[in-house]
């Protein structure tokens, strides 16, 4: 959330509490009763999306980043056996196909270095019979064959976490406009309420604290 709309957020819990405390007064007429819960709901709500919002997702880029050196790291030593064996047979396709550095394999576009890792499996796994004595075991193939898996599984995280927030923001948006609709009906029937007192405490919590600018900023719902 922004800060004007965190700010905001907490006049509605400051108003959200006079109300809380003051049920006696709140509750004597029954369309301020119905504004204020539809207004808490959306205050709710708001609480539950601003978690969401405020969530740290740098964690799923650095996961990103591990597996794609997990996956390469567990290349690596594949690919010079596939090129020892290559180099031994004089097959020079499979010499072209297989000849990468570690920093070469994780280079690239994140799709780039995946097919890569994939490109050297799958010649691994071809010449399997011919690289017992050049250390290839089905385990580590298998091992190799998860690693990559894994790495695909989290290619399209970041973006798909971004498009969550845009869509969380929207959200956010809408229900702050639904609890500013029941906070002005609520401004509506202060005064149908007859408590001076309570109206007085509501007034000062509808004052919102500027974190920003250092003032507080009196609001209006719309």
């Known amino acids: ?26 509750q004597s007429l029954q369309a301020f009763v119905d504004a204020h819960v539809d207004f808490k709901t959306h205050v709710a709500n708001l609480q539950t999306f601003a978690q969401s919002h405020e969530q740290d997702n740098s964690g799923i880029a650095q996961d990103k980043q591990a597996a794609r050196a997990a996956m390469c790291n567990a290349t690596l030593p ?14 020079n396709q499979l010499i072209k196909q297989v000849n990468f550095s570690m920093s070469e394999l994780m280079g690239g ?3 780039q270095s995946a097919e890569r890792c ?3 499996y799958a010649a691994a ?10 250390g290839i075991t089905a385990s580590k193939l298998t091992a190799l064959a998860a690693a990559i898996a894994a790495y695909n599984a989290l290619i399209s995280a970041p973006r798909d976490v971004r498009a969550q927030g845009k ?22 029937l202060l005064g149908q309420l007859g408590d001076a007192t309570f109206a007085s405490d509501y007034t000062n919590a509808r004052t919102m604290v500027d974190t920003a600018a250092s003032h507080a900023e009196t609001v209006k719902s719309n």
């Open 78 to 91: 594949i690919t010079r056996a596939v090129h020892a064996y290559a180099v031994k047979t004089r097959n």
């Open 109 to 111: 576009r994140d799709v």
């Open 167 to 188: 869509t969380v923001t929207e959200n956010i948006q809408a229900e702050f406009d639904a609890a500013d609709d029941g906070l002005t009906l609520m401004d509506d």
């Open 118 to 120: 994939q490109n050297i």
């Open 1 to 26: 959330m922004k800060t004007k709309q965190l700010n905001k957020l907490t006049m509605y819990l400051a108003v959200g509490g006079i109300c809380d405390a003051n049920p006696a007064v709140c």
């Open 125 to 134: 796994n071809a010449n399997f019979a011919s690289l017992a004595s050049y």
